[in-house]
């Protein structure tokens, strides 16, 4: 008897269970002029025409509408989004792992962006709840570009993003065909101190480490964001040390230890904002620009 | 055999089941509940929530007008509040009568519904489920499908480790637990440490959450809970006998293994329901039974029904704290339980203490 | 109509638990309406025995029978419709009613969703009346002292309705009135309806005033069965207790007393407890006799009239006594019982008893005996003023001293010659 009862509630919960997946369709309009558009997870997202009620989830995006000069458009950005200035008076819809829904429906969005990663469970549920949404990341410069420009298509404005990406494209050119037969200097970028952490294949980082003319000290990690040793550290002995402008270069010059690394000595010290090298949007031009200037001064 | 000739009436009759507070306290809960529905970061007036709730009454609702309500607000209150709420409830019911019946059964009032190993389970199936990424394969019930076998897997090793031969004694219940517990809370570490990236997102699991659920949660949940709690209502004279050890209940006529094995089976598979949708919530089910059982005292009859509704109403009372507190951010509800639950609980020993002096 | 008791066979039962063996082959029949008590030393598996009826325990072998049906094939509600147990232990942590809990004691009757009836409330009335807890109802059992829970555990078993009631040492926290009181109520019950009762006591007396019959347990076995006077006597205690007791007539009851005394003392020289044969009577020798007995001696002791003092004291600590009908002279035919007995015995004691032609023969058996070497002792005082037998006596007496009789003048003496007579 209560072997078979195990077995009736194991069964009940596995149709329940099951059930419970996708529950309410929305009917989608099938335009025959409609436009679709691919985003970075491969889903194929139909939007009729321009948006004009945005939201974005992830700063990444926010600062590429603001940049595309649509920031009228924007209806909401996350607690994280702190750049430009003009973002920070728009409402906000929450962080960055949990978004307020509640507040994203209220806002009655025509599209959300959302970044993928931890916010791809987002993307079902709001979807269920007859949002449109649309997902861009990107781990490589290039992509960066080729996001901006589906940014720029999707909102219908394609003067201005063609500009942006063409400048942007220049600036990326001009780096890379001035440190190309040059000497790659070995570089440390810590993400983080304790624990030692840095940054792995993979990442914006690493990307923008050998664009500009480096050798990423952590490149041939087994993940893209490794909890080093020291002792790895001191055995490859860097010549750029580069951290987070949260941490002052005094301090790190003066960490126990650190005064018999080449980097320490030599006074190759250097902190930068690290938005610039981890968001994927318009700054990363910037940070690739700072890196290779902190890479290689002598061509900068 | 008659030891007495005739019965007469005593003077004294003790009544089982406080019926009238029962009933006081179910009509509250369905109160705090449609206030909740009420409360929210989006601006939605009192009269545009209750005009959309009548709206869904079959028949009725046909004769409401919702001019004056955007979709957008039918959508939030129906598609985000109410199934939200209604799954906070749940869960809340859930968890404080799980967290009695082990009460009970382990004869030890710090026993929590997670105390078997249903906790440890779910956050290795959650954690595992989140680090292989199977939500992008699978859809966002891989993580509560993932936590839910994972407490019925460690709930199911544990009740072996502690088996001797037919019965189950209760420290060794009780020992089993916490080692596994503490090995596989070892191995999510370690899970967590390699894999870096996801560690925020199991974190956050673990501390236990109402954002983002919809039907799908509730569908999932309800059946199973109601299932649950329902049965394990109707064993509250067998719990009540079983208090004073296992020898008595036997000799009072109860079959003690057999049932305590039911309640067990049908604990663990409440507890996992319940925290598969909704991450390990603490202080709950250890909280809310105990402190009821201070007020109404041991008998389950009394006991149960009521610790379940004050721990929906609880669970309903702090989710809603924990998403307007801050304005658009959330905070994960697991940590207004803990901030409540533990003062609360010193100030009812306090005066528990303080009137047996 | 009274339905009868339950009625209890146990048959070739054997326990244990992992290999040792705690109860071996016991078999035992109890009617319905009887008043059983257990008793024994600790270890010898009284409880256990109590445990395998109330089903708390499996046996390993053999099967217990409640009304004819085997327990194994009974289901726990079945059984506790008919058997009640109030067991050793009663610790209880959560603070439930006294009233609450003895109400407890009609769950086998009822059902998953019944209430109770008022029949129901009046039966936990009645039990805690007659157990004199009913002023406790409202107190939580958290809060009463040890013997009053004991009487709270009682009355739920009562409020059972039980035919059978099995106890385990329910007098252990109670004091010595209401030790009385629940015996007295137990009986009373056994009395009036032909409830079945099997308690296991340690207190020897009070299962001798109480129960009907008794059983008494040694090293897993039922060493004796029977009435109270049958089962508790000085030589089955000695035998299971190492115990050395006096049973006395309880005048007022009826009954007995079981009176202990001491030790028995452990085997002395050569592997055999030493044996010392006493001529006494007239009240001479009842210290002596008590005293030897207590010092775990080996004792026997005659020609006694039936009727005399040292008789009756002989009789109560169960020593060997070669008796002769009363006032009567000393016949033929227990000169020799006395002879021989005095022949096994390793000393022999002469206290001062007046010594007359009635008894002159015992007298001359002691002076044989110095002749044989016996170590043999005297009470020497103020001999010359018991001898009323013209002067016979006291032509032994001289005869004895010849032959080595050591004479002593005071009891004290006795005990230290035999101490120092290693």
């Keep these: 008897m209560k072997g078979t009862y195990k077995v009736l509630v194991l069964l009940i919960a596995f149709t329940f269970l099951l059930s419970g997946c996708g529950s309410n369709a929305i009917d989608v309009n099938t335009n025959t002029d409609s436009k679709i558009f691919k985003d970075v997870l491969g889903r194929e997202v139909e939007i009729l025409e321009p948006p004009q009620r945005v939201i974005s989830l992830t700063p990444a995006v926010t600062e590429i509408l603001f940049e595309l000069e649509l920031g009228d458009k924007v209806m909401g950005v996350t607690e994280y989004c702190t750049f430009p200035e003009e973002a920070l008076s728009k409402p906000k819809m929450g962080g960055f792992e949990d978004p307020n829904i509640e507040l994203v429906v209220d806002a009655e969005p025509d599209i959300v962006f959302v970044a993928a990663g931890i916010q791809t469970e987002l993307i079902e549920r709001l979807e269920e709840l007859g949002i449109t949404v649309f997902c861009l990341d990107a781990a490589s410069v290039d992509q960066v570009i080729k996001n901006i420009s589906m940014v720029g298509d999707i909102m219908g404005v394609p003067e201005i993003t063609k500009s942006l990406t063409d400048e942007m494209q220049e600036k990326v050119d001009y780096i890379v065909d001035k440190v190309k037969d040059q000497e790659k200097p070995v570089v440390f970028f810590e993400v983080w101190d304790e624990p030692l952490m840095s940054a792995g294949p993979g990442t914006f980082i690493d990307s923008i480490i050998n664009l500009a003319g480096g050798s990423n000290l952590a490149g041939d990690a087994d993940t893209q964001f490794p909890q080093l040793s020291m002792e790895i550290l001191f055995e490859r002995d860097p010549d750029v040390y580069i951290a987070n402008d949260f941490h002052k270069k005094g301090d790190i010059m003066t960490r126990p230890g650190y005064e018999t690394l080449k980097a320490i000595k030599t006074e190759r010290v250097y902190t930068l904002n690290d938005d610039l090298v981890t968001l994927p949007g318009p700054r990363i031009v910037l940070g690739l620009e700072e890196v290779a200037k902190i890479i290689h001064p002598e061509l900068f | ?357 | 109509m009274i339905i009868p008791g339950s009625e209890i066979k146990v048959k070739n039962l054997q326990f244990g638990y992992g290999k040792s063996i705690v109860l071996k082959d016991i078999n035992l029949e109890v009617r319905p309406g009887s008043f059983l008590s257990i008793i024994g030393p600790n270890g010898s598996g009284k409880s256990t025995l109590l445990k395998n009826i109330s089903r708390a325990v499996l046996p390993q072998k053999g099967e217990v029978e409640l009304d004819s049906q085997n327990l194994l094939s009974m289901k726990p509600r079945q059984i506790a419709q008919k058997m009640a147990v109030v067991p050793q232990d009663t610790a209880i942590e959560f603070s439930f009613s006294v009233y609450e809990t003895v109400l407890m004691g009609r769950t086998p009757f009822l059902g998953r969703f019944e209430n109770e009836s008022p029949r129901d409330f009046a039966l936990a009335k009645w039990a805690m009346e007659i157990t004199n807890i009913w002023q406790l109802k409202d107190r939580s059992v958290t809060e009463i002292s040890g013997g009053e829970r004991q009487r709270v555990v009682v009355a739920r078993a009562l409020a059972q309705e039980p035919r059978i009631i099995l106890l385990d040492e329910p007098t252990a926290h109670l004091d010595i009135q209401h030790q009385v009181e629940l015996l007295e109520l137990l009986q009373s019950l056994n009395w009036t309806s032909g409830l079945t009762i099997i308690a296991v006591l340690h207190d020897l007396n009070l299962s001798a005033q109480f129960s009907e019959s008794i059983l008494l347990m040694k090293d897993g076995e039922i060493f004796a069965e029977g009435e109270p006077h049958q089962v508790l006597t000085p030589a089955n205690i000695r035998k299971v207790y190492n115990m050395e007791v006096a049973i006395t007539d309880n005048p007022l009851t009826g009954r007995f007393n079981v009176i202990s005394l001491g030790r028995t003392k452990s085997d002395l020289k050569d592997g055999k407890g030493l044996h010392i044969h006493l001529v006494c009577g007239g009240g001479t020798g009842v210290f002596i006799l008590d005293r030897l007995v207590q010092l775990g001696y080996k004792v026997s002791c005659g020609v006694l009239n039936i009727g005399d003092t040292d008789w009756n004291r002989a009789k109560m600590l169960g020593v060997e006594v070669v008796e002769e009908a009363p006032f009567a002279p000393i016949s033929e035919r227990s000169i020799l019982k006395n002879k021989t007995l005095i022949e096994k015995a390793n000393y022999l004691i002469i206290t001062s008893i007046p010594f007359g032609n009635g008894n002159l023969a015992n007298l001359q058996l002691t002076v044989e005996a110095c002749r044989t070497g016996k170590p043999v002792l005297m009470m020497a005082n103020d001999f010359s003023e018991r001898d009323f037998t013209e002067g016979n006596a006291g032509k032994l007496m001289e005869e004895m001293k010849t032959a080595g009789v050591v004479l002593v003048h005071n009891p004290q003496e006795i005990f230290e010659f035999l101490e120092n007579d290693v």
């Design chain 2, 1 to 357: 055999m008659e030891l007495v000739d005739k019965p007469e009436n005593p003077s004294v009759q003790l009544k089982s089941r406080p019926i009238g507070k029962i009933v006081f306290l179910a009509i509250l809960l369905i109160f705090v509940c449609l206030t909740a529905v009420t409360i929210g970061p989006a601006d939605i007036t009192l009269g545009q929530t209750v005009k959309i709730l009548l709206s869904e009454i079959p028949v009725l609702g046909d004769s409401i007008v919702l001019d004056d309500v955007k979709v957008s607000q039918q959508t939030i209150v129906l598609q985000i509040r109410f199934p939200r709420i209604l799954l906070a409830a749940l869960v809340g019911i859930a968890l404080a009568t799980v967290g009695a019946t082990f009460q009970g059964l382990l004869k030890n009032p710090m026993a929590d519904p997670y105390i078997i190993g249903v906790s440890s389970g779910a956050a290795l199936g959650a954690t595992i489920a989140i680090v292989t990424g199977l939500s992008a394969v699978l859809g966002y019930f891989a993580v509560p499908w993932m936590a839910f076998i994972g407490a019925l897997i460690s709930t199911y090793t544990v009740y072996n480790i502690a088996r001797v031969g037919n019965s189950v004694p209760v420290y060794t219940l009780l020992l089993a637990g916490v080692a596994l517990s503490a090995f596989m809370s070892a191995i999510m570490s370690f899970l967590m440490v390699l894999n870096s990236n996801e560690m925020q997102q199991i974190m956050f699991w673990l501390l236990g959450s109402f954002s983002a659920r919809n039907w799908g949660h509730v569908q999932a949940a309800a059946p199973l809970i109601l299932i649950g709690v329902v049965i394990i209502n109707c064993f509250t004279r067998e719990l009540n006998v079983m208090l004073f050890g296992d020898h008595t209940a036997q000799h009072l006529g109860i079959d003690a293994e057999r049932t305590k094995k039911l309640l067990l089976t049908l604990g663990a598979f409440t507890a996992a329901a319940a925290v598969s949708v909704s991450g390990t919530i603490g202080f709950v089910g250890l909280i809310i039974p105990h402190g009821v059982r201070l007020v109404v005292g041991p008998d389950h009859r009394a006991l149960m029904p009521i610790s379940a509704l004050v721990g929906g109403i609880f669970m309903v009372a702090t989710d809603t704290f924990a998403r307007t507190l801050l304005g658009s951010v959330e905070i994960p509800v697991g940590i207004i339980t803990a901030m409540l639950g533990g003062p609360f609980f010193i100030y009812l020993l306090k005066r528990k203490k303080g009137s047996e002096i």
